[in-house]
């Protein structure tokens, strides 16, 4: 089985290529997923670098594109790839080496979010009560892993890094906005004014299509500026 | 080399990790905290089923009960004053995580969903009890995106993507930091630290089949072991019972706890043999032990008979997806098919270290001294699976290990606290502090030929599941000592190609072996040494538990391969102590 996969050590190389691998067919066995070839081309030639962790799709550390659309290569089954598979680091993200990229202005984008309960009121001896409907508004937002495949495949988020939230802080936001328990709603709107952290966002659904949980960050994000707009009248 | 000096450093991001972080922020004490992942990428996040606490919320209970499940899963091997400390403080721990936002599942009352879970008995081992809070069947990566969200809130200061190497301490044994290494650029830096806290989750990567992710390697264990801390009951090491067969992906507890049960070869319910009351709900070293007994006799499922079925499509595709939304979308990944319909092949699987550093109650981490058993070492803290309070003891219920990152986080947080008020001032680091670490360093940067990392990894995970399994016996384990020895001396010869400064993975993986190691030659020389069986530890050559020679802690010491041995504290805080009975459920 070949492969295609971007390399670059700053600490080597002058400019990045692709390099050429090949697995034995024999190696390959049914149901294997990508990140199981990855580590055995990784046996091959131990300077090939990506980060790996769960190997089950929970802690969002491989995620890459391949053959051009990202993924998690975990829950990437490789018969379910055209080859030879090409594969590059997350798109439009600064390489540190090889699949590896610098994901710290995704993480300051999450952090802007405010991903955490404001609740001013004083804490109940007991949990705050909230009925399973209200639970329910949180199923399919909680679940993110923070894998950067959705804001790493959005257009506005490649132009605007610094400026628009990107798909995953804003699914965050309305995570937060949707809890029955957050009492913040006006301040999170107010964060979200202007034409940048919230209106960059032009309905691509890049983020809709590569999320590897089946998540809905357009929805959310329609969501949230629905809030906005009831608010203004 | 970089110097950087904090309160407190922590080792490790998970939920022990981050809970300590978040009380010590919260009291304002200068926190960093060092992880070799993004901290939502630390193992807390693959833990489902859920968290175990007296609330009563569906049907009566209360701590007591929560506490003597605990001592008797733990096959008496647990001490009764933590046990107590964890079950009284669990529903306030739970508590805390629903006002930190954690989104637990909900009952029509509104309040925290509990489930069913193995090993838990309402009335001191009467009917089956509700006690496993749960958020669906995804609840550690729920508390632990809440915990670094509440981190995040609170400002701690977390240095990602920091390997740690080696502890610090000076001459009188004090702990004062550690050398960490900047994996982005392999820079090494000093931590300085008024006191240290391990949390660097357990060892599951010591097994060739596992549910454990790939970062699992021991790194706190094997750094306490060369700081000369002996590790406790490393032989006491949980196989889960459903690991998907061949795979190892989880599949929760909670799945039986909705109504899941397994079957044989022969299409029976067989855990009715093994546990006539609590059938698929006694606890893990039972239903594992059932299991692998079952394929040894020829029972079991499939074309090479190596499995058995987990049964899930009774309950209904509504309940399923509800309840189990994580796992079935694990199942339909790997192995498509939807549990809804077709029952999962499962087999015992390797998932959690009960042993590890030695602590008391606050998280200090305490070793013999003279006369004493349990002498706190100053500046140095353990928690979560790193740690061995012991409340787990020979076996570890379902639903106590996030338990347990809660409660002894927070406990040593706050132990810390009081410290810090003590302790005005860091102690002067000796010169030479960093010296064992970059020596470690230098190591990997020789240039040579010689072994792989990643084959002699392979023959180390081989060995280990060959010769310390689920069932073991004398002669097996003195092999698979020697077999742990000899790969020892052989990664004295192995090399690496890659010398780059940029996040090497060659390198880290190279000091995660060296870690492994050193925890494997404890697990092994401990199962070796424990001539009984009780718990997760099954010898078949000594079959019985012998509370005569044995109701008493290891300690495996890598100096001279020594062990030691402690008693266990059966002695409660405020309740009579539950005195070892004949184990049934």
């Known amino acids: 089985m070949k492969f295609s996969i971007y390399r670059f050590d700053p600490d080597k190389d002058a400019k990045p290529y692709m390099q050429h691998f090949e697995l034995e067919e024999s190696c390959i066995r049914p149901g294997m997923m990508l990140l199981d070839a990855l580590l055995l081309l990784k046996a091959q030639d131990e300077s090939l670098s990506f980060r790996r962790s769960c190997q089950e799709g929970v802690c969002g550390s491989d995620g890459m594109n391949i053959n051009g659309r990202n993924g998690l290569a975990c829950i990437t089954q490789l018969t379910s790839l055209k080859k030879p598979i ?9 390489v540190i080496r090889d699949l590896v990229v610098d994901l710290e202005q995704f993480y300051r984008q999450y952090r802007t979010a405010k991903p955490f309960v404001i609740n001013e009121e004083p804490c109940p001896e007991v949990e705050r009560l909230q009925s399973p409907e209200q639970r329910e508004q949180l199923d399919g937002l909680y679940e993110c892993i923070l894998c950067a495949c959705c804001s790493t495949a959005c257009p506005s988020f490649w132009w605007n890094p610094d400026k628009f939230l990107g798909p995953a802080a804003l699914l965050q936001s309305w995570r937060f906005l949707a809890d029955s328990r957050d009492q913040a709603t006006e301040e999170r709107l107010s ?8 209106f960059r966002c032009h309905t691509i659904m890049n983020c809709v299509e590569v999320c590897p949980k089946g998540l809905n960050p357009t929805r959310a994000i329609g969501r949230i500026k629905e809030l906005m707009v009831k608010r203004g009248l | ?65 929560h506490m003597f499940d605990t001592v008797k899963g733990s096959d008496y091997l647990g001490d009764q004053d ?29 309040k925290i969903y509990q489930r069913a879970f193995g090993g838990q008995s309402r009335d001191f081992g009467g009917e089956q009890a509700v006690r496993t809070c749960a958020a669906a069947d995804r609840t550690g990566h729920a508390i632990l995106h809440s915990l670094y969200q509440q981190n995040i809130h609170a400002r701690t200061h977390f240095f990602d993507e920091y390997f740690a190497m080696e502890l610090v301490q000076n001459q009188d044994g004090y702990f004062l930091g550690a ?10 830096i000093l931590i300085e630290a008024k006191t240290t806290i391990l949390a660097t989750g357990g060892v599951g990567q010591l097994f060739r089949t596992n549910t454990n992710a790939l970062v699992n390697t021991g790194d706190g264990m094997a750094m306490a072991l060369r700081a000369g801390i002996p590790l406790q009951d490393m032989e006491f090491f949980q196989f889960h019972p459903t690991g998907i067969a061949g795979k190892g992906m989880l599949i929760t507890e909670g799945a039986r706890g909705e109504g899941g049960y397994l079957l044989n070869g022969d299409g029976e319910r067989f855990m009715e043999r093994y546990a006539p009351n609590a059938k698929d709900l006694a606890s893990r070293d039972v239903v594992s032990r059932a299991i692998a007994t079952e394929v040894r006799e020829g029972r079991g499922v499939g074309p090479n008979r190596d499995h058995v079925l987990l049964k899930l499509d009774h309950l209904g595709a509504d309940i399923v997806k509800k309840r189990l939304p994580g796992i079935r979308d694990m199942v339909m990944t790997f192995l498509h098919t939807d549990p809804a319909d077709t029952p999962i092949p499962v087999y015992p699987t390797a998932h959690y270290t009960m042993g590890g550093i ?20 100053p500046g140095l803290y353990a928690v979560g699976e790193c740690a061995c309070v012991s409340v787990h003891g020979a076996n570890r219920l379902g639903g106590n290990s996030l338990l347990d990152i809660l409660v002894f986080g927070r406990a040593a947080a706050n132990h810390v606290i009081e410290q810090l008020k003590e302790q005005r001032y860091h102690q002067p680091i000796p010169g030479d502090a960093a010296d064992v670490a970059l020596e470690r360093l230098a190591r990997w940067n020789r240039q040579g030929k010689g072994e792989s990392i990643a084959a002699l990894r392979a023959q180390l995970t081989k060995a280990m599941e060959d010769h310390c399994g689920v069932f073991r016996n004398e002669d097996v384990l003195q092999e698979g000592q020697q ?48 001539r009984e069986s009780r718990g997760a530890h099954s010898r078949i050559d000594y079959p019985e538990r012998d509370d005569q020679q044995w109701l008493k802690h ?28 004949k184990r049934t459920y």
């Open chain 2, 1 to 65: 080399m970089e110097k950087r000096s904090f309160d407190t450093l922590i080792i490790g991001a998970g939920g022990g990790g981050l809970r300590a972080a978040l009380q010590l922020s919260q009291a304002e004490a200068r926190v960093a905290v060092v992880s070799k992942v993004f901290p939502t990428r630390s193992h807390t996040v693959a833990a489902q089923g859920g968290v175990n606490a007296a609330l009563a919320n569906v049907l009566p209970d209360n701590w007591h009960w």
């Open chain 2, 358 to 377: 030695p602590t008391d109650r606050h998280g200090q981490v305490v070793v013999p001294v003279q006369q004493g058993a349990e002498e706190p070492v």
């Open chain 2, 483 to 530: 077999a742990v020895l000899a790969l020892r001396e052989r990664l004295q010869d192995a090399y690496i190609d890659d010398h780059s400064q940029v996040f090497n993975t060659a390198r880290i993986e190279a000091m995660e072996l060296e870690n492994l190691v050193d925890t494997a030659l404890a697990t092994v020389s401990s199962a070796l040494a424990r």
């Open chain 1, 191 to 198: 964060d979200l004014e202007g034409p940048f952290r919230l």
């Open chain 2, 554 to 581: 290891s300690l495996f010491s890598l100096e001279d391969l020594k062990m030691d041995y402690k008693p266990v504290r059966m002695k409660p805080l405020t309740v009579d102590s539950f005195p070892p009975k």
């Open chain 2, 179 to 188: 050398v960490a290494m900047n994996i982005a650029d392999g820079e090494p």
């Open chain 2, 82 to 110: 933590a046990i107590e400390y964890m079950c009284r403080a669990a529903p306030r721990a739970v508590y805390e995580l629903e006002h930190f936002g954690v989104p637990f599942s909900r009952l029509e009352t509104g």
């Open chain 1, 86 to 94: 090409e594969i590059r680091p997350l798109p439009g993200m600064p």
